[in-house]
């Protein structure tokens, strides 16, 4: 694998918030119960824009930070469980709509660790070819929601979040860790299709999503600290010399019991799980933007980056920024 560095961020999510208590209005839920067994306040909602939309304002605004040329990018790749069709792939459309003419681009599905699984595909191209990558985590994933169901409609928004990443001659990865469960896959399904015994087939609606919450919720607090662990194993590091965690935002006290589990301060985990839910791949490169934009993370500082979700996956990448 050749050295890269992470050149810029940047995010965007559509105008649109829909409180809990709105929530309230269309289903028997609360404020209450959704801000304590969550911490979710409001989310994000599209009204009209699809994924690639959202996906294509995050690279304009990283080329715009970079002042990168759109035909400078060699390779394009969205992390995405939403995606607006089968194909084109998302990150086609985005590759047409920026004018990056002379980027190969493709999508990943690896539900909320797809930016994480996105990168590290990125990193094993970067190098002889590909000098200039965009990765982009997009959802939509109101349009995948059951507004019916309770259990899940209140956990999800929808965003986008992505970086630029260019070929560097300084190691800036320095431990990653992915796994999957795929025996465990049917933990959480979302737009599940079905084969017919009749010919010709009928074609049948995406299914939206389903969910244990409580087997999922069971595997985050088990997985991630391992996952954690073993990749800053392999950077040679401990939990101590990390700066900040950057945790797939699902559920505040998943990333509590993360924190407990590596016995570190929650002041290391910053969070935006109140603003706009759960927005899967999505969720680590917006977070990652606001801490950049904040001031929360500067440059030399330890990044722990690590999601989980469907697949099941999880996924840890230990980059100094
Ligand atoms: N409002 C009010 N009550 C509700 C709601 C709601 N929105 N949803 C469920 N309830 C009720 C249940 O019906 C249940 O009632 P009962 O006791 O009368 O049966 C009660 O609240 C408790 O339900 P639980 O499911 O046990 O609640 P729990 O504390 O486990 O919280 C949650 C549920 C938030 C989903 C939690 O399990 C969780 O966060 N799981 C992890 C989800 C996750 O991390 N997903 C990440 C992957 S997402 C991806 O990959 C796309």
Wanted: net charge neutral; proline share 4%; hydrophobic share 40%.
């Amino acid at each position: 694998m050749n050295n890269w560095q992470i050149v810029t961020t940047a995010s965007y999510v559509p105008q649109m918030t829909v409180s809990n208590d709105r929530l309230s209005t269309i289903m028997d839920t609360s404020d209450e119960w959704i801000r304590t067994r969550t911490g979710i306040r409001q989310r994000h909602i599209s009204q009209g824009e699809n994924t690639a939309d959202l996906a294509t304002q995050v690279g304009q605004r990283l080329l715009a930070k970079a002042h990168w040329a759109p035909t400078s990018l060699d390779l394009i790749i969205i992390a995405t469980m939403s995606p607006d069709s089968y194909t084109p792939s998302t990150a086609a459309i985005v590759q047409g709509l920026l004018g990056a003419t002379a980027a190969r681009a493709f999508d990943v599905s690896a539900a909320c660790s797809g930016f994480v699984y996105a990168l590290d595909i990125a990193s094993r191209f970067i190098g002889s070819e590909c000098h200039r990558v965009m990765v982009i985590g997009s959802e939509v994933l109101s349009k995948i929601t059951n507004w019916q169901d309770r259990t899940t409609a209140v956990l999800f928004g929808d965003g986008a979040g992505g970086v630029l990443i260019e070929t560097d001659p300084e190691p800036h990865l320095l431990g990653q860790h992915l796994a999957t469960f795929g025996d465990r896959g049917n933990q959480l399904v979302a737009g599940q299709t079905r084969v017919n015994h009749q010919f010709p087939p009928t074609i049948t609606d995406v299914s939206p999503f389903q969910m244990n919450g409580r087997a999922v919720y069971r595997f985050a607090t088990h997985a991630v600290p391992i996952s954690i662990q073993t990749a800053l194993q392999n950077a040679g590091l401990t939990a101590d010399q990390v700066d900040r965690f950057i945790l797939h935002q699902a559920n505040i006290r998943i990333i509590q019991q993360v924190a407990r589990r590596l016995v570190q301060p929650m002041t290391k985990f910053p969070t935006n799980i109140d603003q706009y839910g759960n927005t899967s791949a999505a969720s680590e490169p917006i977070l990652l933007d606001e801490c950049v934009r904040q001031g929360l993370i500067r440059r030399g500082d330890l990044v722990v980056l690590s999601g989980f979700g469907g697949g099941l996956t999880v996924g840890t990448m230990i980059i100094k920024y």
